[in-house]
């Protein structure tokens, strides 16, 4: 790694701009005495900026890699020991900020409808999670095994007799529905929803 | 003082409440009717728990009366359904296999009568759906057997433009909602044709099945509307179907022998549907009854438990 890219990296960091390959770049090259000098150059000149008085001695940049190496360290060993969990670490991550900025919106909605829409406040609940349900899912995502995940059974004594039979019969209860153009389009979309696998 | 505009509200709505039950009503009967009388188009989405997908559909009705109407889902595979008047036309691959004669069914059209046996009717207020105002209609049931229903209807013509399913808890099972409706533009010729992958349905000579099973119980309000009977579809073994109907929810039981097969009970909910399979000792051998329906678990549960063979006495 160039001494210039390291470099450019550390301003990120300071800048706030890191992102996950930068810091990682960074705080694996901590223990090197240029680099700390580096940071401590950057923090004075900062400082100067800011006009804040900082006491150059003070090693942050040790004191923030060494926090951070506390938590980084497991996550790195449990992914080398664990392909697999390394990609689901990150999902739980990515997931739990989708969370965030989703409650983030839904506070956001709320307080509107509150605000105009008096006459329908308790209209728009959320769709919730019935007992005994399958994986929750994205829009538009499916994997193979949802099937059998959402039929689950407790089946040991002939595996998959219920697997083999429950998606025909629930397709075939939803299809009576669909023929019948009394109906509005609903179970015909009730119908579908199971093809989509 | 500050008593007397309570009273003369609680007094006020008193008085209202016949009309405001007969106006429901009205709007209801207007629902049942507006699919016969007016031509539309539009964009609508379905979720449940697991899927949410977009359709479109085009609705045409001629001056004759005959209506026509195009079902095609937008993302994903192409499921297609082409209906005219009460029977369908055509109806792509993987929906279609489950079809059978499609005259064969009875029309459960929505009858406002018998719905007010099993649900509560109420107008609980005005909405905006699709860019469109909307009453809205919410439909509880008056036992625990089955889900209460929010339904918004299109102001100017009463079509559906949202359906709720929710559960004892106020949870929302399932949305179906449309996101454009134009009234006014008429479905070409061209868009109601079906895209390649729409098989026609031709009827099939559907044998008269006898009921040999029955339900020793059933949530009050619904009625046996149909029974079938269709080959397994992971055996040659021949499943017996019967379809119950409450006048909005819909439930079916399967019976299917297992000839000495160890299968266990099995319970399972998918978004609004629930599915309970419950072994049943008969003097003919064990049989697996299955119900399915859009109904509560529990509820799904007893009926499969009161399931009974009509000519040979269940043994238990």
């Keep these: 790694m160039s001494r210039e890219a390291l470099q450019e990296s550390l301003s990120a960091v300071m800048d706030n701009e890191a992102d996950e390959m930068e810091l990682r770049r960074v705080l694996s090259a901590s223990d090197d005495a240029e680099l700390r000098a580096t940071w401590s150059r950057y923090q004075i000149a900062r400082a100067v900026m800011h006009k804040e008085l900082l006491e150059p001695r003070l090693d942050i940049a040790a004191a923030v890699s060494a926090a951070l190496a506390d938590e980084a360290l497991p996550v790195q060993n449990r992914a080398a020991a664990h392909g697999p969990w390394r990609t689901v670490g990150r ?3 990515a997931a739990s900020v989708t969370v965030a900025v989703l409650a983030g919106v839904r506070l956001y909605n709320q307080d509107e409808v509150a605000s105009t829409q008096l006459a329908q406040q308790a209209a728009q609940p959320a769709l919730s999670a019935p007992q005994a349900q399958g994986p929750a899912m994205l829009a538009g995502f499916s994997t193979a095994g949802e099937q ?17 039979r429950l998606p025909a019969y629930l397709r075939q209860h939803a299809q009576q529905a669909v023929m019948n153009a009394n109906e509005s389009a609903l179970p015909y979309a009730r119908a579908a929803s199971l093809e989509n696998r | 003082m500050r008593f007397i505009p309570v009273i003369s509200l609680l007094l006020g ?13 009205d709007w209801l009967q207007r629902l049942a ?11 609508f989405v379905y979720e449940r728990n697991g899927s949410f997908s977009t359709h479109s559909i085009w609705h045409r009705v001629d001056e004759a009366g005959v209506v026509r109407e195009r079902l095609l889902q937008l993302d994903g595979p192409a499921q297609e359904v082409v209906r005219v008047d009460d029977r369908a036309e055509c109806v792509s691959g993987s929906l ?30 005005n909405s905006r759906v699709a860019g469109r105002s909307a009453v809205v209609l919410a439909l509880s049931p008056r036992d625990q057997h089955r889900y209460g229903v ?37 479905p070409t010729e061209q868009e109601l044709q079906p895209g390649a992958g729409c098989q026609p349905v031709t ?45 909005l929810a819909r439930f079916s039981v399967f019976v299917e022998p297992l000839r000495g097969v160890m ?54």
């Design chain 2, 263 to 316: 299968v266990e009970d099995a319970r399972s909910q998918l978004g609004p549907t629930a599915a309970v399979s419950r072994r049943l000792a008969t003097a003919d051998g064990d049989v697996m009854v299955t119900v399915v329906g859009e109904i509560p678990l529990g509820t799904a549960e007893r009926i499969a438990l009161s399931i009974r063979g009509i000519e040979m006495q269940a043994v238990q």
């Design chain 1, 91 to 93: 999902f739980a991550v």
């Design chain 2, 33 to 43: 009717e507006a699919g016969r009388s007016r031509s539309f188009q539009g964009v």
């Design chain 2, 96 to 125: 279609a296999d489950q079809i059978g004669d499609p005259q064969a069914w009875s029309a459960h059209g929505l009858s406002v009568q018998r719905l007010l046996e099993s649900y509560d009717l109420r107008m609980i207020g």
């Design chain 2, 150 to 186: 929010e339904l918004h209807l299109d102001q100017e013509s009463a079509l559906l433009l949202k359906s709720l399913l929710l559960n004892d808890k106020g949870q929302l099972l399932e949305r179906f909602q449309f996101t454009r409706l134009d009234l006014g533009a008429l």
């Design chain 1, 148 to 164: 059998q995940a959402a039929a689950e059974t407790a089946s040991e004594a002939t595996p998959g007799w219920h697997d083999q």
């Design chain 2, 203 to 247: 009827a099939s000579k559907a044998a008269k099945v006898a009921e040999a099973w029955r339900s020793e119980w059933l949530p009050p309000g619904f009625t046996l509307s149909r029974v079938a009977e269709r080959r397994s579809p992971a055996s040659n073994e021949q499943v017996a179907s019967l379809v119950y109907f409450d006048g």
């Design chain 2, 13 to 25: 709505s008193w008085l209202a409440l016949p009309a405001v039950a007969a106006e429901a009503q």
